[in-house]
């Protein structure tokens, strides 16, 4: 976990010099489980909920309750903040995880790609020794037609094979 820390106003420096810096300061960076995050907001109450000023409800009853009231809060601005949670968090949870799915098959992608890019280096490389065999070979210089020098190119690629075989 890394502390979370601001620079003070005053200094331009990270500090814990105000309560406003020592809450900032405070705070940790944590990795949170989305699946299990969205569990706890799908077990709530369903929404939506609703606000009426500084009270938050919904229109489902319990029946083991007299009302429908789930909270209440100092500020009608916190009411609304916990309603608009109940439905806003669970979706956003859901495009997070897709995210992170679409990052990891992007990821599992490239790795595939970079592997791929690898062999056909090798490939190329192997390619080129070939050629340079040919290049410096006494018969090269006498070869002229090019079907000549493709079946210079396969007999030299068979007996490359054969002795991997071997």
């Known amino acids: 976990m890394t502390d979370f820390m601001l620079d003070c106003p005053k200094s331009g420096e990270p500090c814990y010099c105000t309560k406003e810096c020592s809450a900032i300061a405070s705070r940790r960076i944590d990795k949170r489980d989305l699946l299990h995050d969205l569990s706890i907001c ?21 029946t083991t309750l007299d009302d429908a009231l789930i909270a209440r809060f100092k500020s009608d601005d916190d009411a609304i903040f916990f309603a608009e ?5 669970p979706h956003a949870i859901e495009r997070a995880l897709k995210a992170e799915n679409e990052r990891d098959l992007a990821f599992n992608m490239y790795v595939v790609a970079d592997e791929n890019c690898k062999r056909l280096e090798s490939e190329v490389d192997r390619l080129r020794g070939v050629l340079e065999y040919f290049a410096v070979s006494p018969i090269f210089r006498f070869v002229e037609s090019p079907h000549s020098l493709r079946q210079m190119a396969q007999m030299a690629l068979r007996k490359e094979a054969t002795a991997d075989d071997q």
Do not use: H, Q, S
């Not at 369903?46 to 319990?62: I, K, R």
């Not at 949670?85 to 968090?89: D, S």
């Open 42 to 62: 799908n077990a709530a109450t369903p929404g939506p909920l609703n606000t009426d000023g500084y009270e938050v409800f919904t229109e489902y009853v319990d």
């Open 85 to 89: 949670a109940r439905t806003g968090w």
